[in-house]
């Protein structure tokens, strides 16, 4: 599975659209980019994934470019309850996936 | 309702002790997980399996015995319990192998 790297820590103003990016430089054809986050001291929270065109749900956005060399979740008017660690994760489409966890970024959502 | 639930949610206990934290899941998913979140708040998976069958099973002390009775529950056993097992675990489901999984709210575990 590629390797992700996000930045440690954001900051974002209540309302206004967070925008986390992933660089997975590495990525293969058939890996997926996945994005979880985690509220403290809660289980981790599945947010959206995709392989190559965007993708948006009801919780955020994701566009990824066109060589899938990195990508961008985006919350598009954050609240506090957003504030929690946003995790990017590149995982294969094959038999066995397993979700390989970094430190993700920890975002702050300021009032 | 709890999608997945663990229990318990704290526990505290002496080396060398054995203990089990149980997990259960009402998605009606075929696939389910045990993670470890050490304190340096990395999350790595240790066990998961399909329809009660073990397909992933990483690098773990066979002091850690995963029991899956049926396709909604997963079980933890931990023998003769070390300091270095103090962590929280999380329990996890998804529809099957290839989709996005769900997370249960975790057990503390601290041995003293």
């Known amino acids: 599975d590629a390797k992700t790297t996000q930045p440690p820590s954001m900051d974002c103003a209540e309302g206004r659209a967070a925008n986390l990016p992933c660089n997975h430089s590495t990525i293969s054809g058939n890996e997926y980019v996945y994005w979880y986050r985690q509220i403290h001291s809660q289980g981790p929270q599945y947010i959206i994934h995709?392989?190559?065109?965007?993708e948006t749900n009801e919780m955020a956005s994701l566009i990824i470019t066109e060589d899938r060399k990195s990508s961008t979740l985006i919350l598009p008017h954050a609240t506090l309850r957003d504030t929690a660690v946003y995790y990017c994760?590149?995982?294969?489409?094959?038999?066995?996936?397993?979700?390989?966890w970094g430190l993700g970024t920890s975002l702050a959502v300021n009032p | 309702d709890t999608a997945v639930s663990q229990t318990p949610k704290y526990l505290v206990t002496q080396m060398g002790n054995d203990k089990s934290i149980k997990c259960e899941q009402n998605l009606g998913h075929d696939t389910m997980y045990w993670y470890k979140q050490d304190s340096k708040k990395f999350l790595k998976i240790m066990f998961s399996y399909n329809n009660k069958e073990l397909i992933i099973n990483e690098t773990v002390p066979n002091r850690f015995s995963p029991k899956s009775p049926d396709k909604a529950h997963l079980n933890l056993h931990i023998n003769s319990l070390e300091l270095g097992d103090s962590a929280v675990y999380f329990c996890?489901?998804?529809?099957?192998?290839?989709?996005?999984?769900?997370f249960g709210p975790g057990t503390r575990l601290t041995v003293l």
């Open positions: 995709g392989l190559k065109n965007n």
């Open positions: 996890a489901s998804s529809r099957d192998r290839y989709n996005e999984q769900f």
């Open positions: 994760i590149a995982l294969n489409a094959g038999n066995n996936r397993k979700l390989i």
